[in-house]
């Protein structure tokens, strides 16, 4: 029997009437779904033409397309080659030498004639040009299956790379003599012989060898069989073959062999990379399909083929807001990948982004077979799973992406990192979390000389530091595919933004609007006159220093804006009020109840994490065109306008920063929707001076965090390059110190003591905690006395627990142990609450001021007397006017918890003694993160989907994961209320993302159970 993989590529015709006399195959009958027939859009008005009547190539090949089928090729050629023979007096069994190599020494004694000659060797060719075929794992097995019509875009690369393959796989089945080959050779003899029996593999019914007899006439005998298989090869190749709609083998057979081509040329030296910058076309298409991305930007274009990419050197690139960096660095990751085949770190600054992130990759995840993980919160684990199959892309906050660099290098997995990529470089300059991302950055750097490391930003300014300390190279542009036009607002006289100018701005326009004396009083910087300008047709943001400001401006332009206002989108905003209702289990912020009508809403870190998404949606649909801001959303979720106005060139007391302005009037302009984008800053005769230094001047430099008296960071970072084994003395902690931004930056920034100074004393602070153990020498003296970590320093890094609340903590545990109270969650609450958050609480309670007690403890019993009150009702709303708190800080408050929870579970796993509380911490911890009820978790768990949804998604009968990733958007679209086609899909992409997470993880176990031990005695 005829193996499955043996099929010839069939001429692209259709018609029955080309079929002579006998009947159709049927459907399945050929074994392989790249070798089934494809139709023509030739028609059937051919009528049947006999044989002998017609030498024609096309004839030859009938329409079959396999070896085993009677009338294929190869049996045609069997059929009149023994008559043909017989008429000059040869032995039949001449004609099939090719198919059985025992007929060697027949063919040998045989040779009379130049028919027999000819004969002989045009078979053998055909059999050399086919038998490559017979091996289904050849690579070239399903090129020579696929239509031409599908290579017809192929670049050279992969044509070449086709063709080495069909010469190397030739090669090989002509020398192979392998019981395989003796098989088929066998029962295509058995066909040739017997060329009426049926074919088991089809649906033929018996035919009788006298119609192929008859049908060789007189005037094919004239013509050679070499030139007949010739000229119809040469036909076929020709033949124009219709386009139409592939199968799914047939795109992954593409997919897997344009992967191979562009894995082998990104190892190359080679500039010719591929299709799509070294990926799969496919990419292309997805791109278009979830992004609507035709092509790519120029500089977009020169930044992937720069010299330094392909040498793997480390990049920065820094271009202005909406410059499209994101989709430089997508590109990157997806190289990775797929075609280097190594995991994927990306960074970023806020959950938030983090889960936009996870929900808009997890589709391209499905489609190209890697694995997207979310570490943001209390998710992620430590270490990551090791994927046997499977790569992955793990999307981490700064301080979730320090952990998972931890863990790699802890457990000597770093080298499976192949690329990390870090959004908003210069955050390495802001604060604890820039400290926090500087140590991450340095541990890469100096454990793996294999990482790539690729940072971009938009606000950078002493590029040349950083790109010391990345040992970087640097790509910038000044591009925008929105014009951006600048403007300030000095009482109603509007100033255009110009460098050149003396003052830096020139005069633009007066504001063209009538104020009544009751507007002017209420309205006096004539915000409701530029917002008008705009809206509703155009969106506009407006960002104020408090979150108070924007409830205020929110409230006073909907007070002055006409009731046509209301008009617009009515049923939409109508229902963005009904969602919020539900979201709040019936209660509703009164100035959202007021604005939204007006397409009016404000937008700050007091809302929820449901209420915010609601919002955001709403005005990415432009059912809202105002939103009054802080600056949070500058640097959070993409929310692009038409025109920005800043209020006040504040953020809350203190004076914009350079990097702040830059970053708020980047949200100016929509590429794609608008053709200019504009920003006003309005200002006050009394700032007019401050402003003008403002625009003038250059961006803020990035400096080191890591300095004691700025952050606890270089404690912290101390205490985990000796628990690491990085470095385990004095001189390479020191060593690796002078490879940090700050020991880059140490000339310019220490003033006062040296680097090394400063190392030693910090070293000296960490084995007085008891957090390290060791020997530390003078100055003068050359130390090789080697460092080690003590058990609860080991707790301590590995949990990520600040440096100085440790000991304290270690305390509150070893306390619990002697009587810890299990009859509620609220003994582990106090336990969870994090102690950063206890500053900013200030508990109503009069009992406790009469009386002499801490009041770092009595806020934290009232901060978990709050989340109690949560976890029994699950509902902010009601607990945040319970306590009189903001909606967003309960929120926060609840996050950081279950954040912190997490922390003292990895904690208490590094000291035996408080085995107790690591199953009660891990419950602990998922109730924290999700404080829902038990039966919405499961849905909660995918990247995107807050409670409101999962309750919706629960009652329209998705109740498991299982349910959510087989669901149909289009079901879910009409089911589920609020619900956009592409979010139904993306949600779905997630879900399915995080089900093969699931399953790859259990396979992965069962593997390792399975694994036999090396070590066996």
């Not at 990104?266 to 278009?288: E, N, Q």
């Not at 050149?500 to 633009?508: L, P, Q």
């Not at 070893?814 to 336990?831: A, P």
Request: net charge neutral; hydrophobic share 35%.
């Amino acid at each position: 029997m005829a193996e499955p993989a043996l099929a010839v590529r069939r001429r692209s015709r259709i018609s029955s009437a080309r079929k002579r006399s006998h009947p159709p195959a049927q459907p399945g009958a050929t074994s392989s779904p790249l070798a089934r027939k494809r139709p023509s859009g030739g028609g059937e008005g051919t009528p049947a033409e006999p044989l002998c009547n017609n030498d024609s190539e096309e004839d030859m090949f009938g329409d079959y397309d396999s070896f085993h089928e009677s009338d294929s090729l190869l049996a045609q050629v069997l059929d009149a080659e023994p008559q043909h023979s017989q008429e000059k007096g040869l032995d039949v069994k001449a004609a099939g030498r090719f198919a059985h190599g025992n007929l060697q020494s027949e063919m040998d004694q045989s040779k009379q004639g130049n028919l027999h000659a000819a004969g002989d060797s045009s078979v053998r060719k055909v059999d050399e040009h086919y038998g490559f075929q017979m091996n289904e794992n050849d690579a070239g097995d399903a090129d020579e299956d696929l239509s031409d019509s599908v290579f017809d875009e192929l670049p050279s690369s992969q044509l070449l790379y086709l063709e080495k393959t069909r010469e190397l796989s030739s090669r090989s089945q002509r020398s192979a003599g392998t019981e395989r080959m003796d098989k088929w050779e066998n029962s295509s003899l058995d066909k040739i012989q017997c060329p009426s029996s049926p074919c088991p593999d089809s649906g033929h019914k018996n035919r009788s060898t006298k119609s192929s007899k008859g049908s060789v006439c007189d005037s094919c005998k004239s013509v050679s069989l070499k030139d007949h298989l010739k000229n119809a090869l040469t036909g076929n190749a020709k033949a124009q073959t219709p386009k139409v709609s592939k199968t799914k083998q047939l795109k992954e057979a593409i997919l897997s062999e344009e992967i191979s081509v562009a894995r082998e040329t990104i190892g190359s030296s080679s500039f010719d990379i591929g299709p799509f910058y070294g990926l799969p076309s496919k990419v292309k298409h997805l791109l278009r399909q979830f992004r609507g991305i035709e092509t790519l930007y120029e500089w977009q274009h020169d930044c992937l083929t720069l010299k330094s990419l392909q040498q793997r050197k480390n990049l920065i690139y820094s271009l202005p807001t909406s410059g499209g960096k994101t989709l430089v660095a997508e590109i990157l990751i997806l190289q990775e990948l797929l075609c280097r085949q190594k995991d994927v770190l990306m960074i970023l600054p806020y959950v938030a982004i983090v889960q936009e992130k996870v929900w808009g990759l997890s589709s391209f995840g499905i489609e190209l077979g890697f694995l997207v993980e979310e570490y943001a919160g209390s998710k992620g684990r430590f270490p990551p799973i090791k994927r046997r199959i499977k790569k992955s892309l793990y999307i981490a906050t700064i301080e979730k992406g320090h952990a998972l660099v931890n863990s790699l290098i802890e457990t000597d997995r770093i080298d499976d990192l192949g690329l990390v990529v870090v959004d908003e470089l210069h955050m390495i300059g802001e604060g604890s979390r820039g400290a926090v991302l500087e140590m991450t950055l340095a541990k890469i750097l100096y454990a793996s000389k294999n990482t790539h490391v690729v940072g971009m930003s938009a606000t950078l300014n002493n590029v040349g530091d950083l790109q010391k300390f990345l040992q970087a190279e640097y790509y910038t542009k000044n591009f925008r595919p929105v014009e951006l036009k600048e403007y300030i607002k000095i009482r109603d006289t509007i100033y255009e933004v110009d460098s050149k100018a003396e003052n830096g701005f020139t005069f633009s326009r007066l504001l063209n609007f009538k104020y009544s004396s009751s507007l002017e009083k209420a309205d006096p910087d004539h915000i409701v006159a530029l917002v008008t300008e705009v809206i509703p047709k155009y969106s506009c943001l407006i960002f104020c220093p408090t979150k108070k400001n924007c409830e205020n401006v929110a409230t006073m332009v909907c007070k002055y804006l006409n009731k046509e206002f209301r008009a617009h989108r009515e049923k939409e905003k109508q229902d963005l009020i009904k969602n919020l209702k539900d979201i709040g289990n019936g209660s509703i912020c009164p100035v959202l109840r007021q604005t939204i009508p007006f397409g009016v809403a404000y937008h700050h870190s007091g809302l929820t994490n449901d209420e915010r998404k609601s919002i955001e949606e709403a005005y990415s649909r432009g059912v809202l065109c105002l939103l009054a801001c802080t600056a949070t959303l500058a640097a959070g979720v993409n929310l692009p306008a038409r025109r920005v106005i800043l209020r006040a060139p504040y953020v809350a007391s203190e004076f914009l920063k350079k990097n702040q302005y830059k970053q708020m009037i980047g949200r100016a302009g929509r590429a794609g929707i608008d053709n200019a984008g504009e920003s006003i800053l309005v200002v006050q005769e009394k700032d007019k001076h401050l402003v003008r230094d403002l625009i003038t001047s250059p961006l803020e430099n990035c400096y080191s965090n890591l300095l004691p008296e700025i952050t606890k960071g270089m404690q912290y970072l101390l205490l985990s390059l000796v628990g690491l084994k990085i470095a385990v003395t004095q001189e390479e902690v020191y060593s690796f110190m002078c490879h940090t931004l700050l020991g880059v930056q140490q000339q310019l920034l220490l003033k006062e003591k040296s680097l090394s100074e400063i190392v030693r004393d910090e070293l000296e602070n960490l084995i007085e905690k008891g957090l390290l153990k060791g020997k530390i020498m003078e100055k003068d003296q050359n130390s090789k006395s080697t460092l080690t970590v003590t058990l609860l320093g080991k707790a301590t890094y590995k949990g990520s627990i600040d440096v100085s609340y440790c000991n304290l903590l270690y305390k509150e545990l070893r306390k619990g142990l002697e009587g810890l109270v299990l009859e509620s969650s609220l003994h582990l609450l106090y336990l969870a609450t994090p102690y950063d958050m206890v500053s900013n609480c200030s508990p109503d309670w009069m009992i406790y001021l009469r009386q002499n007690v801490d009041s770092t403890a009595v806020n934290r019993l009232y901060l978990s007397f709050v989340l109690y009150a949560l976890l029994k009702e699950t509902n902010v709303w009601s607990v945040s006017e319970k306590f009189n708190m903001s909606r967003g800080y309960v929120q926060n408050l609840l996050t950081s918890a279950a954040s912190f929870a997490s922390c003292i579970l990895h904690f208490c796993e590094e000291l035996e003694e408080f085995w107790v509380y690591k199953a009660l911490l891990t419950e602990l911890t998922k109730r924290l993160t999700y404080c829902v009820k038990t039966e919405l978790i499961p849905l909660m768990e995918v990247a995107g989907v807050l409670e409101a949804r999962a309750k919706q998604l629960y009652n329209a009968g998705y109740k498991t994961l299982a349910h959510l990733a087989n669901a149909n958007p289009e079901t879910l679209v009409k089911t589920i209320e609020h619900l956009s086609r592409r979010q139904a899909k993306q949600m779905v992409s997630s879900a399915k993302m995080l089900l093969s997470e699931k399953a790859e993880a259990l396979q992965e176990e069962v593997e390792e159970l399975l694994k036999v031990p090396t070590d066996i005695p």
